[in-house]
C-alpha cells in the first residue's frame, strides 16, 4: 500500500513531464561542431524557426562551409 502512494503520483509526474516537453530541434552537438550559438542559425535562441544561415546549414547537410554567415542586426 506504502509503495502505491509513492508509485502513483511518480507515473502521473513523469507522465505529464512526456506530454508537455516539446521535441527538441536543434542539437547542442551542432553548435559544439561549429562553434557558434544557437542564434546563429535560429531566428532566437529556443526557438526552432530557422534564419537564412539555419536553412542552409540544414540543406547541406550540417555544414557551415558553403553557408553565409547571418546579418548582424
Known sequence: ???????????????GFLLCTSA????PEYSKKEKQSCSYCHVKAG?????????CYKDADHSLANCKAPEKK
Not at 500500500?1 to 507522465?15: C, N, Q, T
Not at 527538441?24 to 542539437?27: A, D, H, V
Not at 526557438?47 to 536553412?55: E, F
Open 1 to 15: 500500500m506504502h509503495a502505491m502512494k509513492v508509485a502513483l503520483p511518480a507515473a502521473i509526474l513523469m507522465a
Open 24 to 27: 527538441t530541434y536543434g542539437k
Open 47 to 55: 526557438a526552432k524557426d530557422l534564419n537564412d544561415t539555419g536553412k
